[in-house]
Protein backbone atom coordinates (compact mmCIF):
# COMPACT_ATOMS: atom_id res chain seq x y z
CA UNK A 1 0.00 0.00 0.00
CA UNK A 2 2.70 2.76 0.66
CA UNK A 3 3.94 2.07 -3.35
CA UNK A 4 0.03 3.68 -4.21
CA UNK A 5 0.68 7.14 -5.69
CA UNK A 6 -2.84 7.69 -7.51
CA UNK A 7 -6.08 7.37 -5.94
CA UNK A 8 -9.18 7.09 -9.05
CA UNK A 9 -12.64 6.95 -6.83
CA UNK A 10 -15.96 6.19 -8.35
CA UNK A 11 -18.15 8.44 -6.29
CA UNK A 12 -21.90 7.25 -5.66
CA UNK A 13 -24.66 8.35 -3.22
CA UNK A 14 -23.61 5.24 -0.59
CA UNK A 15 -20.68 3.30 -1.78
CA UNK A 16 -17.61 4.37 -3.33
CA UNK A 17 -15.01 2.50 -5.60
CA UNK A 18 -11.26 2.73 -5.26
CA UNK A 19 -8.59 1.93 -7.44
CA UNK A 20 -4.76 2.55 -6.51
CA UNK A 21 -1.87 2.65 -8.35
CA UNK A 22 1.74 2.74 -8.05
CA UNK A 23 3.83 5.20 -10.62
CA UNK A 24 4.41 2.78 -12.93
CA UNK A 25 0.07 2.68 -13.55
CA UNK A 26 0.20 -0.72 -11.74
CA UNK A 27 -3.07 -1.79 -10.03
CA UNK A 28 -2.60 -2.25 -6.02
CA UNK A 29 -5.58 -1.25 -4.73
CA UNK A 30 -9.36 -2.56 -5.44
CA UNK A 31 -12.07 -2.08 -2.88
CA UNK A 32 -15.49 -1.02 -2.14
CA UNK A 33 -16.39 1.35 0.39
CA UNK A 34 -19.01 3.15 1.98
CA UNK A 35 -18.93 6.87 2.29
CA UNK A 36 -17.79 6.77 6.32
CA UNK A 37 -15.53 3.61 5.33
CA UNK A 38 -13.91 5.78 2.86
CA UNK A 39 -13.10 8.84 4.60
CA UNK A 40 -11.56 6.85 7.59
CA UNK A 41 -9.32 5.07 5.28
CA UNK A 42 -8.34 8.31 3.34
CA UNK A 43 -7.75 9.90 6.86
CA UNK A 44 -5.64 6.89 7.92
CA UNK A 45 -3.87 6.55 4.26
CA UNK A 46 -0.38 8.59 3.32
CA UNK A 47 -0.52 11.59 1.51
CA UNK A 48 -0.64 10.80 -2.64
CA UNK A 49 -3.24 12.07 -5.49
CA UNK A 50 -6.47 11.54 -5.03
CA UNK A 51 -9.02 12.03 -8.43
CA UNK A 52 -12.32 11.93 -8.80
CA UNK A 53 -14.96 13.02 -11.49
CA UNK A 54 -16.63 16.49 -10.97
CA UNK A 55 -19.86 15.80 -10.11
CA UNK A 56 -22.69 15.67 -7.14
CA UNK A 57 -20.59 15.75 -3.73
CA UNK A 58 -17.10 16.34 -5.37
CA UNK A 59 -16.46 19.17 -4.45
CA UNK A 60 -17.41 18.77 -0.93
CA UNK A 61 -15.43 15.15 -1.29
CA UNK A 62 -12.58 16.78 -2.27
CA UNK A 63 -11.96 19.34 0.55
CA UNK A 64 -12.75 17.08 3.55
CA UNK A 65 -9.70 15.12 1.49
CA UNK A 66 -7.39 17.93 0.91
CA UNK A 67 -7.64 18.14 4.74
CA UNK A 68 -5.91 15.08 5.28
CA UNK A 69 -3.13 16.39 3.49
CA UNK A 70 -3.76 14.63 -0.18
CA UNK A 71 -3.62 16.37 -3.61
CA UNK A 72 -7.62 16.29 -4.66
CA UNK A 73 -8.11 16.91 -8.27
CA UNK A 74 -11.67 16.48 -10.21
CA UNK A 75 -11.66 15.56 -13.95
CA UNK A 76 -15.18 16.60 -16.05
CA UNK A 77 -16.56 13.18 -16.88
CA UNK A 78 -16.67 13.59 -20.63
CA UNK A 79 -12.58 13.23 -20.40
CA UNK A 80 -12.74 10.17 -18.74
CA UNK A 81 -15.07 8.46 -21.01
CA UNK A 82 -12.97 7.44 -23.78
CA UNK A 83 -10.05 5.62 -21.04
CA UNK A 84 -12.97 3.18 -19.89
CA UNK A 85 -12.21 -0.64 -21.00
CA UNK A 86 -14.76 -2.82 -22.65
CA UNK A 87 -17.71 -3.58 -20.45
CA UNK A 88 -18.70 -0.57 -17.87
CA UNK A 89 -18.21 -1.66 -14.14
CA UNK A 90 -17.84 0.70 -10.57
CA UNK A 91 -14.10 -0.68 -10.80
CA UNK A 92 -13.62 -0.32 -13.87
CA UNK A 93 -15.13 3.78 -14.11
CA UNK A 94 -12.46 4.45 -11.05
CA UNK A 95 -9.41 2.66 -13.14
CA UNK A 96 -10.60 4.54 -15.91
CA UNK A 97 -10.19 7.91 -13.96
CA UNK A 98 -6.74 6.67 -12.57
CA UNK A 99 -5.85 6.81 -16.54
CA UNK A 100 -7.08 9.72 -17.30
CA UNK A 101 -5.52 11.46 -14.15
CA UNK A 102 -2.07 9.93 -15.22
CA UNK A 103 -2.24 11.74 -18.91
CA UNK A 104 0.06 14.64 -19.16
CA UNK A 105 -2.58 16.99 -20.90
CA UNK A 106 -5.51 16.16 -18.94
CA UNK A 107 -7.34 19.24 -17.82
CA UNK A 108 -8.65 19.46 -14.18
CA UNK A 109 -12.09 21.18 -12.35
CA UNK A 110 -10.90 23.29 -9.47
CA UNK A 111 -12.94 22.37 -6.09
CA UNK A 112 -15.21 24.91 -5.10
CA UNK A 113 -15.74 26.61 -1.89
CA UNK A 114 -18.17 26.39 0.72
CA UNK A 115 -18.90 29.82 -0.18
CA UNK A 116 -18.94 29.16 -4.11
CA UNK A 117 -21.27 25.93 -4.00
CA UNK A 118 -23.48 28.17 -1.53
CA UNK A 119 -23.79 30.82 -3.78
CA UNK A 120 -24.26 28.63 -6.63
CA UNK A 121 -27.23 27.21 -5.05
CA UNK A 122 -28.98 30.44 -4.31
CA UNK A 123 -28.36 31.01 -7.92
CA UNK A 124 -30.47 27.56 -9.28
CA UNK A 125 -32.94 28.33 -6.95
CA UNK A 126 -33.88 31.34 -8.24
CA UNK A 127 -33.58 29.72 -11.83
CA UNK A 128 -36.27 27.45 -10.90
CA UNK A 129 -38.50 29.84 -9.24
CA UNK A 130 -38.29 32.42 -12.30
CA UNK A 131 -39.13 29.15 -14.86
CA UNK A 132 -42.30 28.54 -12.15
CA UNK A 133 -43.27 32.26 -12.40
CA UNK A 134 -43.00 32.43 -16.27
CA UNK A 135 -45.02 29.26 -16.03
CA UNK A 136 -47.69 30.68 -14.28
CA UNK A 137 -47.91 33.82 -16.27
CA UNK A 138 -48.47 31.98 -19.29
CA UNK A 139 -51.31 29.62 -18.05
CA UNK A 140 -53.16 32.86 -16.68
CA UNK A 141 -52.50 34.35 -20.45
CA UNK A 142 -53.42 30.82 -22.07
CA UNK A 143 -56.95 30.35 -19.81
CA UNK A 144 -58.04 34.13 -20.47
CA UNK A 145 -57.14 34.32 -24.52
CA UNK A 146 -59.70 30.67 -24.42
CA UNK A 147 -62.15 33.19 -22.95
CA UNK A 148 -61.24 36.17 -25.77
CA UNK A 149 -59.47 38.51 -23.23
CA UNK A 150 -55.93 38.69 -24.42
CA UNK A 151 -53.78 40.73 -21.96
CA UNK A 152 -50.79 42.46 -23.09
CA UNK A 153 -47.10 41.19 -22.32
CA UNK A 154 -45.21 41.47 -18.89
CA UNK A 155 -45.33 40.79 -15.90
CA UNK A 156 -46.88 44.44 -14.73
CA UNK A 157 -50.31 43.50 -16.22
CA UNK A 158 -50.40 40.07 -14.05
CA UNK A 159 -50.03 41.38 -10.97
CA UNK A 160 -53.31 44.15 -11.43
CA UNK A 161 -55.24 41.03 -12.91
CA UNK A 162 -57.74 40.78 -9.64
CA UNK A 163 -59.20 44.12 -11.19
CA UNK A 164 -58.77 42.74 -14.60
CA UNK A 165 -60.87 39.61 -13.10
CA UNK A 166 -63.74 42.53 -11.81
CA UNK A 167 -64.13 44.04 -15.24
CA UNK A 168 -65.15 41.06 -17.48
CA UNK A 169 -67.85 38.16 -17.12
CA UNK A 170 -66.09 35.14 -16.40
CA UNK A 171 -67.45 31.76 -15.43
CA UNK A 172 -67.24 31.91 -10.84
CA UNK A 173 -64.85 28.31 -11.56
CA UNK A 174 -62.24 30.06 -13.78
CA UNK A 175 -62.28 32.95 -11.78
CA UNK A 176 -61.10 30.65 -8.88
CA UNK A 177 -58.41 29.15 -10.59
CA UNK A 178 -57.23 32.23 -11.85
CA UNK A 179 -56.79 34.22 -8.61
CA UNK A 180 -55.15 30.74 -7.43
CA UNK A 181 -52.80 31.15 -9.86
CA UNK A 182 -52.24 34.74 -9.36
CA UNK A 183 -51.51 33.94 -5.91
CA UNK A 184 -49.10 31.45 -7.05
CA UNK A 185 -47.46 34.17 -8.78
CA UNK A 186 -47.04 36.44 -5.94
CA UNK A 187 -45.59 33.99 -4.15
CA UNK A 188 -43.09 33.45 -7.08
CA UNK A 189 -42.54 37.09 -7.09
CA UNK A 190 -41.91 37.70 -3.43
CA UNK A 191 -39.02 34.70 -3.09
CA UNK A 192 -37.38 35.82 -6.22
CA UNK A 193 -37.26 39.41 -4.74
CA UNK A 194 -35.99 37.96 -1.42
CA UNK A 195 -33.16 36.38 -3.25
CA UNK A 196 -31.82 38.94 -5.24
CA UNK A 197 -31.58 41.26 -2.23
CA UNK A 198 -29.68 38.20 -0.48
CA UNK A 199 -27.53 38.11 -3.72
CA UNK A 200 -27.28 42.04 -3.51
CA UNK A 201 -26.27 41.45 -0.02
CA UNK A 202 -23.47 38.71 -0.33
CA UNK A 203 -22.21 40.74 -3.43
CA UNK A 204 -21.36 43.78 -1.56
CA UNK A 205 -18.83 42.04 0.25
CA UNK A 206 -17.50 40.11 -2.55
CA UNK A 207 -14.10 41.71 -3.71
CA UNK A 208 -14.46 39.97 -6.92
CA UNK A 209 -18.06 40.77 -7.77
CA UNK A 210 -17.68 44.11 -7.39
CA UNK A 211 -14.80 44.10 -9.50
CA UNK A 212 -16.56 42.57 -12.32
CA UNK A 213 -19.76 44.56 -11.97
CA UNK A 214 -17.15 47.60 -13.50
CA UNK A 215 -17.54 45.47 -16.51
CA UNK A 216 -20.18 47.91 -19.05
CA UNK A 217 -23.09 45.56 -19.32
CA UNK A 218 -22.58 43.47 -16.35
CA UNK A 219 -24.73 43.88 -13.68
CA UNK A 220 -25.09 41.77 -10.23
CA UNK A 221 -26.37 38.65 -11.30
CA UNK A 222 -24.23 37.75 -14.07
CA UNK A 223 -20.94 39.25 -11.33
CA UNK A 224 -22.16 36.86 -8.78
CA UNK A 225 -22.73 33.73 -11.13
CA UNK A 226 -19.42 34.33 -12.28
CA UNK A 227 -17.62 34.90 -8.95
CA UNK A 228 -19.57 31.47 -8.23
CA UNK A 229 -18.53 29.91 -10.67
CA UNK A 230 -14.37 30.68 -11.84
CA UNK A 231 -13.44 31.94 -8.52
CA UNK A 232 -9.97 33.60 -8.95
CA UNK A 233 -9.47 31.91 -12.86
CA UNK A 234 -6.40 30.49 -11.82
CA UNK A 235 -7.47 27.33 -13.74
CA UNK A 236 -7.61 28.90 -17.43
CA UNK A 237 -4.27 29.83 -18.81
CA UNK A 238 -5.54 32.99 -20.47
CA UNK A 239 -8.89 34.56 -21.47
CA UNK A 240 -9.94 32.82 -24.28
CA UNK A 241 -9.87 29.21 -22.31
CA UNK A 242 -12.18 31.09 -19.98
CA UNK A 243 -14.31 32.05 -23.17
CA UNK A 244 -14.10 28.70 -24.21
CA UNK A 245 -15.46 26.82 -20.91
CA UNK A 246 -18.29 28.61 -21.78
CA UNK A 247 -18.88 28.07 -24.87
CA UNK A 248 -18.17 31.12 -26.58
CA UNK A 249 -15.51 30.43 -29.44
CA UNK A 250 -15.97 29.31 -32.37
CA UNK A 251 -16.33 25.37 -33.06
CA UNK A 252 -13.40 24.03 -35.37
CA UNK A 253 -13.43 21.18 -37.80
CA UNK A 254 -9.88 21.53 -39.82
CA UNK A 255 -8.23 19.01 -41.61
CA UNK A 256 -5.66 18.85 -44.56
CA UNK A 257 -4.04 21.91 -43.21
CA UNK A 258 -7.40 23.61 -43.98
CA UNK A 259 -9.24 25.66 -41.15
CA UNK A 260 -12.63 25.52 -40.62
CA UNK A 261 -14.25 27.66 -38.34
CA UNK A 262 -18.03 27.10 -37.64
CA UNK A 263 -20.49 28.63 -34.95
CA UNK A 264 -19.99 29.06 -31.32
CA UNK A 265 -19.21 25.69 -29.54
CA UNK A 266 -21.79 26.10 -27.40
CA UNK A 267 -19.87 24.29 -24.41
CA UNK A 268 -19.61 24.07 -20.74
CA UNK A 269 -22.42 25.85 -18.71
CA UNK A 270 -25.25 27.34 -20.56
CA UNK A 271 -26.29 29.63 -18.19
CA UNK A 272 -23.25 31.28 -17.56
CA UNK A 273 -22.77 31.65 -21.81
CA UNK A 274 -26.65 32.98 -21.86
CA UNK A 275 -25.76 35.19 -18.89
CA UNK A 276 -23.20 36.67 -20.89
CA UNK A 277 -25.10 36.85 -24.00
CA UNK A 278 -27.53 38.87 -22.20
CA UNK A 279 -24.92 41.63 -21.19
CA UNK A 280 -23.76 41.78 -24.44
CA UNK A 281 -27.49 42.66 -25.83
CA UNK A 282 -27.46 44.98 -23.16
CA UNK A 283 -24.15 46.68 -23.59
CA UNK A 284 -25.42 46.98 -27.34
CA UNK A 285 -28.92 48.39 -26.84
CA UNK A 286 -26.95 51.78 -25.03
CA UNK A 287 -24.25 51.35 -27.87
CA UNK A 288 -25.21 55.14 -28.44
CA UNK A 289 -24.59 56.33 -25.02
CA UNK A 290 -21.05 54.45 -24.61
CA UNK A 291 -17.42 55.44 -25.60
CA UNK A 292 -14.26 54.48 -25.54
CA UNK A 293 -12.29 51.30 -27.73
CA UNK A 294 -14.73 49.10 -26.95
CA UNK A 295 -18.12 50.44 -28.21
CA UNK A 296 -15.93 51.09 -31.35
CA UNK A 297 -15.37 47.89 -31.72
CA UNK A 298 -18.83 47.45 -31.40
CA UNK A 299 -19.88 49.55 -33.77
CA UNK A 300 -17.19 48.53 -36.28
CA UNK A 301 -18.55 44.84 -36.06
CA UNK A 302 -22.04 46.16 -36.21
CA UNK A 303 -21.36 47.67 -39.32
CA UNK A 304 -20.43 44.51 -41.11
CA UNK A 305 -22.08 41.25 -39.31
CA UNK A 306 -25.40 40.94 -38.05
CA UNK A 307 -26.36 41.41 -34.80
CA UNK A 308 -26.55 38.16 -33.07
CA UNK A 309 -23.18 37.46 -34.46
CA UNK A 310 -22.01 40.76 -32.50
CA UNK A 311 -23.96 39.97 -29.64
CA UNK A 312 -21.97 36.16 -29.20
CA UNK A 313 -18.45 37.88 -30.39
CA UNK A 314 -18.81 40.70 -27.38
CA UNK A 315 -20.22 37.94 -24.93
CA UNK A 316 -16.82 36.58 -25.57
CA UNK A 317 -14.84 39.40 -25.17
CA UNK A 318 -16.97 40.19 -22.25
CA UNK A 319 -15.64 37.10 -20.73
CA UNK A 320 -11.58 37.40 -21.65
CA UNK A 321 -12.41 40.78 -19.37
CA UNK A 322 -13.35 39.08 -16.33
CA UNK A 323 -10.43 36.97 -16.83
CA UNK A 324 -8.25 39.61 -16.47
CA UNK A 325 -10.37 41.42 -14.01
CA UNK A 326 -10.23 38.44 -11.78
CA UNK A 327 -6.53 37.21 -12.26
CA UNK A 328 -4.90 40.69 -12.43
CA UNK A 329 -7.29 42.12 -9.33
CA UNK A 330 -7.90 45.34 -11.52
CA UNK A 331 -11.23 46.72 -12.64
CA UNK A 332 -12.51 47.92 -15.85
CA UNK A 333 -11.44 51.08 -16.99
CA UNK A 334 -12.69 52.42 -20.20
CA UNK A 335 -9.99 53.81 -22.89
CA UNK A 336 -10.59 56.13 -25.23
CA UNK A 337 -10.55 55.47 -28.71
CA UNK A 338 -6.74 55.32 -30.93
CA UNK A 339 -7.38 57.82 -33.23
CA UNK A 340 -5.69 56.64 -36.55
CA UNK A 341 -2.88 59.48 -37.91
Keep these: MQDVTLIGIDLGKHSFHVHGQDRHGKALLRKKFSRRQLVEFLAKFHACTV?????AGAHHMARQLAGYG?????????????????????????????EAASRPSMRFVTPKNEAQQTLSALHRVRESLVHDRTKACNQIHAFLLEFGISLPKGYAVIRRLPVILAEQRLPLRLVQVLERLHAHFKYLDEQIAQIEKELAAQLADDDLGQRLMSVPGIGPITASVLASEVGDCKQ??????????????????????????????KRGDKKVRYLLVQCAKAYMRQLNYQTGQLACWVRAMRARRHPNVVACALASK??????????????????EARIPA
Aim: net charge positive; hydrophobic share 45%.
Design 51 to 55: VMEAC
Design 70 to 98: HDVKLISPQFVKPFVKSNKNDFVDAEAIC
Design 236 to 265: YRCGRDLAAAFGLVPRQYSTGGKNNLLGIS
Design 318 to 335: LARIAWAIATHHTTFEVR
